[in-house]
């Protein structure tokens, strides 16, 4: 079992960066593949951005690909999202979501979630 914890969150501008970070606990937080989740008002949760457990896998949806980068140090338990470039449609509560199985987008093997971090950008 693994419990996180998302920081990093905050209100900006349009442009501005911001980079959101999720501590894990447990000692096998290396056996996870990790997710960072956002859903804005009235939208669906969408997966933003999967890493697997090394890190040599990565997953970005179309909405953020080439802005945000998602990384990972095991042996501080943590992974991050850095998001350049931000957008006012980036607005959302991020969630830090871990699965055991090592398919990317498979939503439904998130089973553990963090509490969330709201994320504002200002136009």
């Known amino acids: 079992q693994v419990q996180l914890v998302e920081s990093g969150g905050g209100l900006v501008q349009a442009g501005d960066s911001l980079r959101l970070s999720c501590a894990a606990s447990g000692r096998t937080f290396s056996s996870y593949t990790m997710g960072w989740f956002r859903q804005a008002p009235g939208k669906e949760r969408e997966l933003v951005a999967a890493i697997s457990w090394s890190g040599g896998r990565t997953y970005y949806s179309n909405s953020v690909k080439g802005r945000f980068t998602i990384s990972r140090d095991n042996p501080k338990n943590t992974v991050y999202l850095q998001m350049n470039s931000l957008k006012p449609e980036d607005t959302a509560v991020y969630y830090c979501?871990?699965?055991?199985?090592?398919?990317?987008?498979?939503?439904?093997?998130?089973?553990?979630w963090g509490q969330g971090t709201q994320v504002t950008v200002s136009s």
């Open positions: 979501a871990a699965s055991s199985t090592l398919i990317l987008t498979r939503v439904e093997d998130y089973n553990y």
